[in-house]
């Protein structure tokens, strides 16, 4: 049995990574929970309870406790915390020390409900670490050096573009619009283009399929299940990647613009880095065909996606457990104050 471990969490709206010191990446879950209302007791939590998804009877509820990047239900956050900091770590005699990341444009009061969220669930000491931060180290980026990069961080609830430099973010963006603002989009247009009703699942598994920000260079299809919205009987259609195309546009065009706006602000020298160096996409978001694509069409910027680009945040917000102290140092006094 270990005496601590120090343990960093991706803590996302879709999916929660567990990265422990000296083991990587221990788990890899959808930060879904499945309560009993009558006795508000955790039926199910991750992969299993994304499964009942749009499928439970009554009594029981299947929730995403996390909206937005943000701690929505902070109860269910942090039981939900409680459990997979168990799950990964197994007994423990001392309390681990974590490291959470969070996206670059959350208020104090949303930092402060994830440091009392985990430090309830269990943590000796909470960090926070900006999301971009965590996607840079995480892409094998050297951040301390004074040259320019420029990250895009899409995730389920949230996209953060940031420029960093010296170890700092010098410029940064933070929209609401990311994976499950895409999911939505899907549902919308199969809505009214076909009077179907489908679920959750069936526009994630669009999306990944035919999805695309830029056209495919054969036009791809896919079956899709779902509820005739006139006849109310269950219903298929085929569709297609060009469907997709249209139906995506609008949140693809939302993050276009963020990036645009992040250039736009960034200072000469280091907007001159960034088209040297071009601009690294993280997040699951950013597996989506053709963005990297679309933003290199639009910016003139060569962009690339990260090798593990799901896994990038995790594995950052790991390896910055080395820097916890400087991170203790570069807390303001009133957060500095929690971890005394």
């Not at 890899?28 to 499945?34: H, T, Y």
């Not at 999911?183 to 283009?193: C, G």
């Not at 260079?217 to 195309?245: A, C, F, H, I, Q």
Request: aromatic fraction near 4%.
């Amino acid at each position: 049995m270990a005496l601590r471990a120090d343990v960093g969490i991706d803590l996302g709206t879709a999916s929660i990574l567990v990265y422990v010191k000296g083991k990587g990446i221990v788990l890899q879950e959808p930060s879904v929970v499945a309560i009993d209302q009558h006795t508000n007791k955790f039926l199910a939590v991750g992969e299993e309870a994304r499964k009942m998804l749009g499928r439970t009877p009554g009594n029981i509820i299947a929730i995403r406790p996390l909206k937005d990047g943000v701690i929505s239900d902070y109860n269910i956050t942090e039981r939900m915390l409680k459990y997979f900091i168990q799950k990964a770590l197994g007994r423990m005699i001392l309390k681990p020390r974590l490291i959470i990341c969070v996206p670059s444009g959350v208020t104090e009061v949303e930092k402060r409900a994830v440091i009392e969220a985990s430090n309830e669930a269990g943590a000796i000491k909470t960090y926070l670490i900006e999301e971009p931060i965590a996607a840079a180290i995480g892409a094998g980026l050297d951040i301390t050096e004074p040259n320019g990069n420029m990250i895009v961080d899409i995730g389920g609830g949230t996209t953060d573009v940031a420029v960093i430099s010296l170890g700092g973010i010098v410029v940064s963006k933070s929209i609401k619009i990311a994976g499950d603002d895409c999911d939505d989009a899907i549902t919308r247009y199969i809505r009214k283009k076909y009077n179907m009703m489908i679920g959750e699942r069936s526009a994630e598994e669009l999306k990944v399929n035919v999805g695309c920000a830029y056209p495919f260079e054969e036009v791809r299809y896919m079956n899709v299940k779902g509820r005739n919205l006139l006849t109310g009987l269950p219903l298929n259609v085929e569709v297609s990647s060009t469907d997709m195309l249209e139906a995506l546009n609008e949140p693809v065009q939302e993050i276009i613009e963020a990036v645009h706006e992040v250039l736009e602000k960034t200072p000469p020298e280091l907007a001159a880095d960034i088209s040297n160096r071009g601009i690294l996409m993280t997040g699951g978001g950013s597996l989506l065909y053709g963005l990297d694509k679309l933003i290199e069409k639009t910016t003139g910027i060569t962009t690339r996606a990260a090798e593990d680009a799901v896994e990038c945040v995790a594995i950052g917000t790991g390896k910055s457990l080395d820097w916890v102290e400087v991170l203790e140092k570069s807390m303001d006094s009133g957060q500095k104050s929690r971890f005394r």
